[in-house]
């Protein structure tokens, strides 16, 4: 790494959770994950769900078919995990480079999560099987249970569920996916004994729960988990910041068509993969931590995945970049043809990729 005052040079990013979508979504939001990132972990929230490793190739195929010319980026697959997964399918996977993850939505807790588990009893022997094999599971934590307030849900999982878990798999590698809460990062780092890390979105580091009241109701700022009180905020900024090998970038971005989002009952999903690491940057800078970028954002990730560091290097300058209002769309999000909203739309970042 190199920084002054004015410029930043660092390993290439990944982006660990990242919803790409499929078909003419794909196509569109793709170019802006390459132009920056060098790998991505790719949500299998489709519908229907990536489950079978035919799929994933299919799918893999796809998103590989539309990485502009030039362009080096690879997208790492993961499997959506159901009550009657196979584990001979997911090991086999795991073992072909196929899978390189499988992840956990408790059923209905978010965006295509009706396939996801209803009862982790359910996958016991999944989950053996990743423990034995070091096959990481990405946690939706969330409990879906309809009597909790939507604040806590994320807490209440962690207590019902993850550290339970926890107890009886000890071994297994875990990624508590997008934290939102001070409580979510004091579990993740009292918890070093085990192979527990988090990622930490964005948006998360940007807006609280505030966000989507202000002047009215702003569906653009609702996302799952919702963003909390301003405590949360700044503990995970904290989080993100310290340099700690458990906590890493994974943006969630999550695309979805206007009319779903300009909705009387609007998706969850934030599109922030247009400026996310000037986003990230705009973070580190506020917190006078810029030397802890590339740790976040290039290396802990790959370290926990065990995949290798990436070599080419990127440079951030100390330049204001204004976020469009809109993203243009190229091909026709089937009978929507407005342009996406990207995260910060209007807002001026201070920090710019050297292209
Ligand atoms: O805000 C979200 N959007 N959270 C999720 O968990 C899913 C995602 C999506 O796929 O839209
Ligand atoms: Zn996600």
């Given at each position: 790494?190199?920084f002054?005052a004015n410029?930043?040079?660092?390993?290439?990013?990944?982006?660990?959770?990242l919803?790409?979508r499929d078909?003419?979504?794909?196509?569109?939001v793709?170019a802006?994950?390459?132009?920056i990132?060098?790998r991505a972990?790719?949500m299998?929230?489709l519908?229907p769900p990536?489950?079978?490793l035919?799929?994933?190739?299919e799918?893999?195929k796809?998103i590989m078919q539309?990485?502009?010319q030039?362009i080096?980026f690879?997208?790492?697959?993961?499997?959506?995990?159901t009550?009657?997964?196979s584990?001979e399918?997911?090991?086999q996977g795991?073992?072909?480079?196929?899978?390189?993850a499988v992840?956990?939505?408790?059923?209905?807790?978010?965006?295509?999560?009706s396939y996801?588990?209803?009862?982790?009893?359910?996958i016991?022997?999944?989950?053996?099987?990743?423990e034995?094999?070091g096959m990481p599971l990405l946690i939706?934590g969330e409990v879906n249970d309809?009597?909790v307030?939507i604040?806590?849900?994320?807490a209440v999982f962690?207590?019902r569920h993850?550290s339970?878990l926890?107890t009886?798999f000890?071994?297994?590698?875990?990624?508590?996916e997008?934290?939102?809460t001070d409580?979510?990062v004091?579990?993740?780092?009292?918890?070093?004994?085990?192979k527990?890390a988090?990622t930490?979105?964005?948006?998360?580091?940007?807006?609280?729960?505030?966000a989507?009241?202000?002047?009215g109701?702003?569906?653009?700022?609702?996302?799952?988990?919702?963003?909390?009180?301003?405590k949360?905020?700044?503990?995970?900024r904290?989080a993100?910041?310290?340099?700690k090998?458990?906590?890493?970038?994974g943006?969630?971005?999550?695309p979805?068509?206007?009319?779903?989002k300009e909705a009387?009952?609007a998706?969850?999903g934030i599109?922030?993969?247009?400026f996310a690491l000037?986003?990230y940057?705009e973070?580190?800078?506020?917190?006078n931590?810029?030397?802890?970028l590339?740790?976040?954002a290039?290396e802990n990730?790959?370290l926990?995945?065990?995949?290798?560091?990436n070599n080419?290097?990127?440079t951030?300058i100390?330049?204001?970049?204004?976020?469009?209002?809109?993203i243009?769309?190229?091909s026709?999000?089937?009978?929507?043809e407005?342009?996406l909203?990207?995260f910060h739309?209007?807002e001026?970042l201070?920090w710019?990729?050297?292209?």
């Amino acid at each position: 790494m190199n920084f002054s005052a004015n410029q930043i040079t660092i390993r290439k990013p990944d982006d660990l959770h990242l919803h790409l979508r499929d078909g003419d979504m794909l196509a569109n939001v793709i170019a802006h994950t390459t132009r920056i990132f060098s790998r991505a972990i790719v949500m299998p929230n489709l519908n229907p769900p990536i489950t079978t490793l035919e799929q994933a190739i299919e799918y893999r195929k796809r998103i590989m078919q539309l990485i502009p010319q030039g362009i080096s980026f690879t997208p790492l697959m993961t499997a959506y995990l159901t009550d009657d997964a196979s584990v001979e399918v997911l090991e086999q996977g795991f073992d072909r480079g196929i899978f390189h993850a499988v992840k956990l939505y408790p059923v209905n807790v978010t965006t295509n999560s009706s396939y996801g588990v209803s009862d982790l009893k359910n996958i016991d022997s999944v989950l053996e099987m990743m423990e034995r094999v070091g096959m990481p599971l990405l946690i939706h934590g969330e409990v879906n249970d309809p009597s909790v307030d939507i604040y806590d849900r994320e807490a209440v999982f962690i207590d019902r569920h993850l550290s339970p878990l926890l107890t009886r798999f000890p071994g297994i590698k875990i990624v508590l996916e997008h934290i939102t809460t001070d409580y979510a990062v004091s579990f993740v780092e009292s918890s070093q004994q085990y192979k527990l890390a988090s990622t930490i979105t964005p948006h998360h580091l940007h807006i609280n729960r505030n966000a989507m009241f202000l002047g009215g109701l702003r569906s653009d700022f609702y996302c799952l988990p919702v963003a909390k009180r301003e405590k949360h905020r700044i503990a995970l900024r904290k989080a993100a910041t310290s340099g700690k090998k458990c906590f890493f970038l994974g943006t969630d971005s999550a695309p979805h068509p206007r009319d779903s989002k300009e909705a009387s009952c609007a998706c969850a999903g934030i599109f922030n993969a247009p400026f996310a690491l000037e986003s990230y940057a705009e973070v580190f800078y506020e917190e006078n931590a810029l030397d802890k970028l590339e740790a976040f954002a290039s290396e802990n990730g790959a370290l926990f995945y065990g995949l290798p560091l990436n070599n080419e290097k990127i440079t951030l300058i100390r330049k204001n970049v204004v976020v469009p209002y809109s993203i243009d769309i190229c091909s026709d999000l089937g009978n929507n043809e407005k342009p996406l909203v990207p995260f910060h739309a209007g807002e001026t970042l201070r920090w710019s990729v050297l292209d």
